[in-house]
Structures are given as structure tokens and as C-alpha cells.
């Protein structure tokens, strides 16, 4: 990733990771000025979905120095030390700056839920779905949603790490622990806890990803996991962070999986290129057809062909990805999908990227 020169003398490498060990040297840049924060972003991003949404990336957000006259008299010290990295749909960026810098959302481009703590300086959002503006320091997490009119600000001296969330993916995953359709929005309360549980958890899942993002032949830092650590994260933040669901959640612990539920699944591991229905998976179950797919409900918050559907998907993927020479309609065929448009369609909505973007993000890797 390049976005301009790395000024080792401004600081070390060393020093960037005591910030936060995203500030690896293949993934750390040095950014000028805010007002090419925007474009700088754009070039780290995943090459297929910068080519989506690059028009709409770049006039989403607009990025500022906070004292616009020190800025004038010296913008060398204006700066800004930053490590993009993703996982899944979501984006994990590391910071350092010397100066206040505002951002100021005008259209956003991904319908997102950003979550941020900092190591030093303090953190302001206003606007949009905030009481008022508050300014967090260290030893916060800081929860809010990107809508036009948001101004997030940062102090001199500011260092931290955000994540960016799909937020569909966050409905989806609540709807699956809630067991029942997300009608209104889900809202987070805007500052939690670091230094306590269960926010304190959060902190160390956050240390966790950072220290997996600093090996490089993790499966994390390889970009090999699909949506896990993602996933892992949303749920972590849904069972500590105040929301407006989180009465639901605080219900009577679910019954341990039902054994029908086990066998099914192991059934279609081992059967995933194979054409099944649910009647041979009920039978491997020793179940009945309804009671397949009202435990499936339940428990998995899906039915059973769905979770094969998934598992496949999950299997395409990771052959689309360790395969030399795979091809999409190599991959849908052998597992199990004789429709390749569908196939495609499918792909799309559960991973956020088309099969062709893996399978060429693939082969730039390798």
C-alpha cells in the first residue's frame, strides 16, 4: 500500500507499533494532509471494491485540518501516520496524528457502524443520531453510525484504531441470536466501558486482531478467514454494548444444540458436492422433515437448506481462494450449484464481493 512516503524520522516503525501493531510496514503510509485522507483510503481498499465505489468513496466524507490557520503556517505538521487493513467487508484502520483533523459525512458510501478506541488524545462525534457532541478520551469505546451531517473530530496528539462494520451483517447476526426479523433500527448507546466487563472483553478481542494483523502468514493477516474475525467482533459488541435490542438478548440461555441439529450438520459437511435434498438430511438426522427444520429455526436461526446453502458458499469460496486455476463456474459446479447466475447472486450477498473479485484478489496474492 502506498499513499506517500513513510517518514522514518518522524517516527520509527517501532514507535507506530507501540501504537497499535496494525502499523505494519507493508500496510503503513504517511498522508500529508487531511485533505487527501479520502483518496489515500480509496488506494488501500480491496482493488474490487474500490473499482465499485470509488466515485462514491471519494465524495462520502470530506476530511479537514481543525485550526485551518496553523495549518496555513505550517502543513508539514498536519501529517497523519495510518494502517488500513480488512477482514471480510470490514476495514480496520490505525492512526496517529500530530494535529486536530475534522471529518464531515456528506452521502455515506457503505451503510456502516463504526466502533473506535484510542491509546491517546480524545475523540469528538456530532450530528446525526447523537444527543449532543461528546468528546471521548482513552479507556472508551466509542459507537456511531455514518449519516450525512456527522462530524467526527480528533485532538492534537490523537492515536487509535477503528472499525468499520457492515451493518447489514450486524442485523443479520443480531436476527440469528434474537431468533425474530430486526424491524427498527439497531442503535448503539454511544460510549462504553474499556476498563470494566464486560467492555473489557471488547479490549482484548481488539488487542487479539491486532496482534493476529501483525503476523503475516496468519490466516487473519492473509486475508484467509472470510467474515470470522468480523463476525467475532459484532457479536462480542451486541452481547457488551448497550443497544436497543439488548433486552431481547437478555433472555433465558438457549438449550444446548439438539443432537438431530449435529448429525444434520455433519451430514452435509460430508456431502456438500453431492446433490441432497432435506429429506436425505432428515434421514441422516433421525428426524422427521418438520422436526428438522423447526430445530434448524431455533437453533441456527435459519432452515436447513439455507445453512447448506451457506456451507457451500463457504466452501466455494475457500476453494476460489487456494485453488491455482479455480474458476467461479468450476467452483459452483462442485459444490452443488448447477446455477451459476444464482450461484454468483448468492455469493454476492453473503461475502459482499462477486466470486470473479475473490478469485483474482487470489491470484494477485499468490
Given at each position: 500500500?502506498?499513499?506517500?512516503?513513510?517518514?522514518?524520522e518522524?517516527q520509527?516503525a517501532?514507535a507506530l507499533?507501540?501504537?497499535?501493531?496494525?502499523?505494519?510496514p507493508?500496510?503503513?503510509?504517511?498522508?500529508e494532509?487531511?485533505?487527501?485522507?479520502?483518496?489515500n483510503l480509496?488506494k488501500?481498499?480491496?482493488?474490487?471494491?474500490?473499482?465499485?465505489?470509488?466515485?462514491?468513496i471519494?465524495r462520502?466524507?470530506?476530511f479537514?485540518p481543525l485550526?485551518?490557520g496553523?495549518?496555513a503556517?505550517?502543513?508539514s505538521?498536519?501529517g497523519?501516520h495510518?494502517a488500513?487493513?480488512?477482514?471480510?467487508?470490514m476495514?480496520?484502520s490505525?492512526s496517529?496524528l500530530?494535529?486536530?483533523?475534522?471529518m464531515?459525512?456528506?452521502?455515506?458510501?457503505?451503510d456502516s457502524?463504526?466502533?473506535?478506541?484510542?491509546?491517546?488524545?480524545?475523540?469528538?462525534?456530532?450530528?446525526p443520531?447523537?444527543?449532543?457532541?461528546?468528546?471521548?478520551?482513552?479507556?472508551?469505546?466509542?459507537?456511531?453510525?455514518?449519516?450525512?451531517?456527522?462530524?467526527v473530530?480528533t485532538?492534537?496528539?490523537?492515536?487509535?484504531?477503528s472499525?468499520e462494520l457492515?451493518y447489514?451483517?450486524m442485523?443479520?447476526?443480531l436476527?440469528?441470536?434474537?431468533?425474530?426479523?430486526?424491524?427498527?433500527?439497531?442503535?448503539f448507546?454511544p460510549?462504553?466501558?474499556?476498563?470494566?466487563?464486560?467492555?473489557?472483553?471488547?479490549?482484548?478481542a481488539?488487542?487479539?486482531?491486532?496482534?493476529?494483523?501483525a503476523i503475516?502468514?496468519s490466516?487473519?493477516?492473509?486475508?484467509?478467514s472470510?467474515?470470522?474475525?468480523?463476525?467475532?467482533l459484532?457479536?462480542?459488541?451486541?452481547a457488551?454494548?448497550?443497544h436497543?435490542y439488548?433486552?431481547?438478548?437478555?433472555?433465558?440461555?438457549?438449550?444446548?444444540?439438539?443432537?438431530?441439529?449435529?448429525?444434520?450438520?455433519a451430514?452435509?459437511?460430508?456431502?456438500?458436492?453431492e446433490?441432497?435434498?432435506?429429506?436425505?438430511?432428515?434421514?441422516?438426522?433421525?428426524c422427521?422433515i418438520?422436526s428438522?427444520?423447526?430445530?434448524?429455526q431455533?437453533?441456527?436461526?435459519c432452515?436447513?437448506?439455507a445453512?447448506?446453502?451457506?456451507?457451500?458458499l463457504?466452501?466455494?469460496?475457500?476453494?476460489?481462494?487456494q485453488?491455482?486455476?479455480m474458476?467461479?463456474?468450476?467452483?459452483?459446479?462442485i459444490c452443488?450449484?448447477?446455477n451459476?447466475?444464482r450461484?454468483?447472486a448468492?455469493?454476492?450477498?453473503?461475502?459482499?464481493?462477486?466470486?470473479?473479485e475473490t478469485?483474482k484478489?487470489?491470484?494477485?496474492?499468490?
Amino acid at each position: 500500500m502506498k499513499m506517500g512516503l513513510l517518514r522514518t524520522e518522524d517516527q520509527t516503525a517501532a514507535a507506530l507499533a507501540a501504537v497499535s501493531l496494525v502499523f505494519q510496514p507493508h500496510r503503513t503510509a504517511f498522508i500529508e494532509s487531511p485533505y487527501h485522507v479520502s483518496e489515500n483510503l480509496l488506494k488501500a481498499m480491496p482493488a474490487e471494491l474500490r473499482e465499485r465505489s470509488a466515485a462514491a468513496i471519494l465524495r462520502a466524507r470530506a476530511f479537514a485540518p481543525l485550526d485551518h490557520g496553523a495549518y496555513a503556517a505550517s502543513p508539514s505538521e498536519h501529517g497523519i501516520h495510518v494502517a488500513v487493513a480488512h477482514e471480510g467487508a470490514m476495514r480496520i484502520s490505525a492512526s496517529l496524528l500530530r494535529r486536530g483533523m475534522s471529518m464531515t459525512v456528506f452521502e455515506p458510501a457503505l451503510d456502516s457502524y463504526t466502533f473506535g478506541l484510542r491509546t491517546q488524545g480524545t475523540l469528538a462525534v456530532g450530528g446525526p443520531g447523537r444527543i449532543e457532541s461528546a468528546s471521548y478520551g482513552t479507556g472508551l469505546g466509542v459507537m456511531y453510525r455514518e449519516r450525512p451531517g456527522t462530524r467526527v473530530t480528533t485532538s492534537a496528539g490523537h492515536a487509535g484504531i477503528s472499525f468499520e462494520l457492515p451493518y447489514p451483517r450486524m442485523i443479520a447476526l443480531l436476527e440469528g441470536l434474537t431468533e425474530r426479523p430486526a424491524h427498527a433500527e439497531l442503535q448503539f448507546a454511544p460510549c462504553f466501558s474499556l476498563a470494566r466487563e464486560p467492555g473489557a472483553s471488547i479490549s482484548r478481542a481488539v488487542r487479539y486482531i491486532e496482534q493476529e494483523l501483525a503476523i503475516r502468514q496468519s490466516l487473519l493477516s492473509a486475508g484467509q478467514s472470510g467474515t470470522t474475525m468480523q463476525d467475532f467482533l459484532i457479536r462480542a459488541l451486541l452481547a457488551a454494548v448497550p443497544h436497543s435490542y439488548a433486552a431481547l438478548l437478555e433472555r433465558e440461555p438457549k438449550l444446548a444444540t439438539p443432537f438431530n441439529v449435529g448429525r444434520a450438520e455433519a451430514f452435509m459437511h460430508a456431502h456438500l458436492h453431492e446433490s441432497i435434498d432435506i429429506a436425505d438430511i432428515a434421514a441422516a438426522a433421525g428426524c422427521g422433515i418438520r422436526s428438522l427444520q423447526v430445530s434448524f429455526q431455533k437453533y441456527r436461526g435459519c432452515p436447513p437448506m439455507a445453512a447448506l446453502r451457506s456451507l457451500r458458499l463457504e466452501k466455494a469460496r475457500e476453494m476460489l481462494r487456494q485453488t491455482d486455476g479455480m474458476t467461479p463456474t468450476q467452483a459452483a459446479a462442485i459444490c452443488g450449484f448447477t446455477n451459476p447466475g444464482r450461484f454468483a447472486a448468492y455469493y454476492l450477498k453473503m461475502f459482499g464481493e462477486r466470486p470473479s473479485e475473490t478469485m483474482k484478489a487470489a491470484r494477485r496474492r499468490r
